[in-house]
């Protein structure tokens, strides 16, 4: 089991930067991926950036070039520094686990509790 705690939220202005950053109480070097999922008010939820074990991060179109994410195995996070903010970041950003079970396909997903973002123009 693995239990995620996201910090790092707060306001702020348009065009400025907010780093979150995502702890987990257990090894994320089980982990397939890490991600960080956003949801604004009357919107759908929406996959911000991901990153997979090896390294390799996917970013959301919207956030491409001004998101960056990160993961340090030995610390045990996952991180998320953006750049550029404008309202539409606005929202609530949950981190995310998936852990694949091997041989089975079965996948677990962990969640944090959510820290909120606003972005003011």
């Known amino acids: 089991q693995v239990q995620l705690v996201e910090s790092g939220g707060g306001l702020v202005q348009a065009g400025g930067s907010l780093r979150l950053s995502c702890a987990a109480s257990?090894?994320?070097?089980?982990?397939?991926?890490l991600g960080w999922y956003r949801q604004a008010p009357g919107k759908q939820g929406e996959l911000v950036a991901s990153?997979?074990?090896?390294?390799?991060?996917d970013y959301a179109d919207s956030v491409k070039g001004r998101f960056t994410i990160s993961r340090d195995n030995a610390k045990n996070t996952v991180d998320l520094q953006m750049n550029g903010l404008s309202p539409e970041d606005t929202g609530v950003y949950y981190c995310?686990?998936?852990?694949?079970?091997?041989?089975?396909?079965?996948?677990?997903?962990?969640w944090g509790q959510g820290t909120q973002v606003t972005v003011s123009s």
């Open positions: 990153i997979i074990s090896g390294g390799s991060a």
């Open positions: 257990g090894s994320i070097s089980s982990l397939s991926a």
């Open positions: 995310n686990g998936k852990l694949v079970v091997p041989l089975t396909g079965i996948t677990h997903n962990y």
